[in-house]
């Protein structure tokens, strides 16, 4: 079964250290994968996907199918970074999203 | 641009009521999914409408039911509320309903609690 494991439910870095929050999938096929990020007292929005090989707001995602992995990244985290990260892998039907448990990212200042 | 909004925010029932919530997709958008998001989970999926269809459905019980309207907009219902239905709804919006090419546009939510 299609599945996306996020083992950290709260990550806490200082502004200015790297920081990865990490993502693995279960998955038969061609994963297309995204992160989507909720921001406090704001929706849930899409930050990147895999499929655009896209940098936003200084955060990266590699797929790796080796270790079916999917982990965000960011050089220096900002105290804006401070949300509720989600990983989310297609499921193959349409609109099926099927979403980690998410990460909460607090960047201290 | 007017984003997705749902309604209502909160809502308060009681086990073996019935319930719809409701949905208006971000304007040139033709596509709704809903979403169930339990405490502490991420959001798991319900079903999708394109079109006035059923377009997509998750692993959810029949009592589980939806409409989409021409204009777009969309209803989830469910009959027989159970207390395990306590959850935020979500509603996503997308342009084309291919999630693999595009971006959902989600909803603030409803907040359903079953007492």
């Known amino acids: 079964a299609q599945r996306v494991t996020q083992p950290e439910k709260l990550l806490s870095v200082f502004k200015g250290a790297p920081v990865e929050l990490k993502c693995n999938y279960s998955?038969?096929?061609?994963?297309?994968l995204f992160w989507y990020v909720q921001y406090s007292r704001q929706r849930l929005q899409l930050l990147l996907r895999?499929?655009s090989r896209e940098s936003i707001k200084g955060f990266t995602a590699d797929l790796n199918k080796g270790e079916t992995s999917f982990h965000l990244k960011k050089p220096f985290a900002q105290e804006e970074d401070s949300a509720m990260y989600y990983c989310?892998?297609?499921?193959?039907?349409?609109?099926?999203?099927?979403f980690g448990k998410g990460t909460k990212l607090s960047v201290k200042p | 641009e007017t984003g997705v909004t749902q309604s209502p925010t909160h809502l308060i029932k009681t086990r073996g009521q019935q319930v719809t919530l409701r949905c208006s997709s971000q304007?040139?958008?033709?596509?709704v999914s809903w979403y169930q998001q339990a405490l502490g989970q991420g959001p798991q999926f319900i079903f999708q409408?394109?079109?006035?269809?059923?377009?997509g459905r998750g692993n959810f019980p029949p009592r589980f039911s939806g409409l989409q309207f021409p204009n777009y907009s969309s209803e989830l219902n469910v009959n027989a509320l159970e207390l395990d239905d306590s959850a935020l709804y979500l509603c996503?919006?997308?342009?084309?309903?291919?999630?693999?090419?595009?971006?959902?546009?989600f909803g603030s939510g409803t907040q359903l609690s079953v007492l």
């Open positions: 998955y038969s096929g061609s994963p297309e």
């Open positions: 409408y394109y079109r006035e269809e059923e377009n």
């Open positions: 895999h499929i």
């Open positions: 989310a892998v297609y499921g193959g039907s349409q609109g099926n999203l099927i």
């Open positions: 304007s040139g958008h033709n596509t």
């Open positions: 996503a919006s997308s342009a084309t309903g291919d999630a693999t090419n595009e971006k959902l546009f």
